[in-house]
């Protein structure tokens, strides 16, 4: 069963410096890394690393798949598959995203939605960008005054759209659940 994901839209390419830093980043963190292509990364993340230490009784080696997209980097027909049905994005964040970065979760287990948002946070220190996360429709409301969101909308599809600390500060939150 596939667990949770998470999208950080980004407004330019992702730099070879950061590029190297996201690798770094991921290669600390990780029980198993695997590098597939550049720019994408599958992995068993430390649940500790994040900071998790309820993991729910179950291995606290999640597995994730980390991937940077888009025009020059890879997987661009994926890119524009995903954003070929959304809503124009500048009004919302401030640019039309050219490049994201995909952190999805293998698992559905709790332990994968706090790992999936703590990790797409350390990702976010890394190559900035703004997180879009698909919310159900009670949470809206729940996620409006968080701090770091940017912006939320209702429809066609709920979603908030934020910061690294937006993160960090949702997964604090007794009503934090991703959706697939």
């Not at 600390?28 to 998790?52: M, P, Q, T, W």
């Amino acid at each position: 069963m596939s667990g949770p994901a998470l999208v950080i839209e980004l407004a330019e390419p992702v730099s070879r410096v950061m590029m190297q830093r996201l690798h770094d980043l991921l290669v600390r963190c990780s029980a198993r890394f695997e590098e597939k292509r550049v720019g994408e990364y599958d992995l068993n993340i430390h649940a500790e690393s994040l900071g998790i230490s309820d993991t729910g009784g179950v291995d606290g080696r999640r597995p994730v798949l980390v991937s940077v997209m888009g025009p020059g980097i890879g997987d661009e027909s994926i890119f524009e598959v995903e954003h070929a049905d959304e809503i124009d994005h500048e009004p919302f964040i401030g640019f039309t995203p050219t490049h994201a970065v995909d952190v999805v979760a293998f698992c559905n287990l709790p332990v994968d939605h706090v790992a999936t948002a703590l990790l797409t946070a350390a990702v976010m220190d890394v190559v900035g960008g703004v997180v879009n996360v698909e919310l159900g429709e009670d949470q809206v409301p729940i996620v409006a005054d968080l701090p770091g969101v940017i912006a939320t909308m209702t429809g066609p599809w709920p979603a908030a759209y934020g910061s690294a600390e937006f993160l960090r500060a949702w997964v604090q939150h007794p009503g934090f659940r991703l959706l697939k």
